[in-house]
């Protein structure tokens, strides 16, 4: 299935969480579903709650369901827990560590600003979104990637994840720990995307 390119904020509304700064505000204001009346109520069968929650994680992370599919599989062949290692690999991507960084404001912008060729880890610039970041790893925009407006403006309201070391001067960052479950900020039933995806 293809990425959805339709609007965000729509989508935002559709999934239960928002994926942009301008669907916070318009979720503040309309916490419902689109196209159906505020007091509408569904229940959801197991299976639709999970579908839901996966829907959520593909969504947030911007990849497809075969992308979620081949990391719960690594996730699985992996020792420990499942869940823990199907969401450290998901954070470990080269886009998403520059979202938590927050040099950029979405996962959209993050995506764009890798396949530009505007990020660089450690000295060697890398145009592949999914670039898995290891501890360790310093990962910095070119200069003309840190005179890009969106980034300058994101810099103005850093607020970096504690699992990583960023220098605002120098428009760098470093992954200075591992990644557990609760350093993400994603809001889904984690558990519930496993039971769907083991199927």
């Known amino acids: 299935m293809a990425k959805y390119i339709g609007p965000k904020v729509r989508l935002s509304r559709r999934v239960g969480i928002p994926l942009t700064p301008k669907a ?8 419902f579903r689109p196209g159906l009346h505020k007091s509408t109520k569904t229940k959801l069968s197991t299976y639709g709650q999970q579908l839901a929650e996966v829907q959520k994680v593909k969504y947030a992370y911007n990849i497809t369901r075969r992308q979620l ?7 699985q062949r992996r020792k420990g827990n499942t869940v823990d290692n199907l969401f450290k690999l998901l954070e470990s991507r080269l ?3 520059l979202l938590r960084a927050g040099f950029v404001p979405t996962i959209y912008a993050a ?7 505007h990020v660089m880890v450690n000295g060697k610039k890398v145009n592949i979104r999914s670039f898995r970041v290891k501890v360790g790893d310093e990962i910095a925009l ?8 969106v980034v ?24 200075i ?9 994603l809001d889904c039933q984690a558990n519930q995307v496993v039971e769907f995806l083991a199927r």
Do not use: N, W
Request: some cysteine; overall charge positive; hydrophobic content about 30%.
């Open 24 to 31: 916070v505000k318009v979720m503040d204001r309309k916490p």
């Open 69 to 75: 599919k081949r990391y719960f599989e690594e996730a």
């Open 95 to 97: 886009d998403v560590v």
């Open 111 to 117: 995506q764009q600003l890798v396949s530009h060729g």
């Open 142 to 149: 070119t200069e003309k990637g840190s005179k890009i407006p």
């Open 152 to 175: 300058e403006e994101s810099l103005k309201t850093l607020a970096p994840a504690k699992y990583l070391e960023v220098d605002k001067s120098r428009f760098t960052c470093k992954l």
């Open 177 to 185: 720990k591992e990644i557990t479950r609760e350093d993400v900020p």
